[in-house]
């Protein structure tokens, strides 16, 4: 590879992490040929983008980012891979433990970076995995708000029923 095309891969690389929120590096050092395959086919399926790249190239390209990645750059050793993901942080996290429950004992986690944070080592997959989406925490809080209006007016209307019943029993019995 000449220095002009390393040049170009960690121009786009860097453009793409720049562009993501949500991005995991990944071990892929002992994954076969068929292993990394069908992981990417899973990915693929999933809307989750799946590359492997040189860790030198991958350090260059997080160099470029404005946060501080260099936890991630501790972590870049043996063959890399890193998953893309535009719609939810918790979406590879996911998608790597469903790859496991099917008997595959890889890809192994080495760091994520989720919206500014850095999550270093396989042993934050659980907890990755926990993380809820922007689009899951807005429907929690909406549904969070809805719930004390919606006691009152159901209240008022059971109440409403209630009250009405009374005034015409009442009046029934002048």
Do not use: H, W
């Amino acid at each position: 590879m000449t220095r002009e095309e390393k040049e170009i891969i960690v121009k786009d690389l860097s453009e793409k992490l720049a562009n993501t929120n949500y991005f995991y590096i990944t071990d892929a050092t002992t994954m076969t040929v068929a292993s990394v395959n069908a992981f990417r086919r899973l990915a693929f399926d999933r809307g989750i983008e799946y590359k492997v790249y040189k860790n030198t190239l991958i350090k260059k390209a997080l160099e470029t980012l404005e946060a501080d990645t260099t936890e991630l750059e501790g972590v870049l050793k043996g063959a890399s891979g890193i998953l893309f993901s535009t719609e939810a942080g918790n979406a590879p996290a996911k998608l790597i433990k469903d790859f496991r429950k099917k008997g595959n004992q890889l890809p192994l986690l080495k760091g994520a970076y989720i919206d500014a944070g850095l999550y270093v080592g396989d042993e934050q997959l659980d907890a990755l995995t926990k993380i809820k989406s922007k689009e899951e925490l807005i429907g929690e809080i909406i549904g969070l708000l809805q719930s004390p209006a919606k006691n009152v007016v159901s209240a008022l209307q059971s109440s409403g029923g209630k009250l009405a019943g009374i005034l015409k029993t009442l009046s029934e019995k002048e």
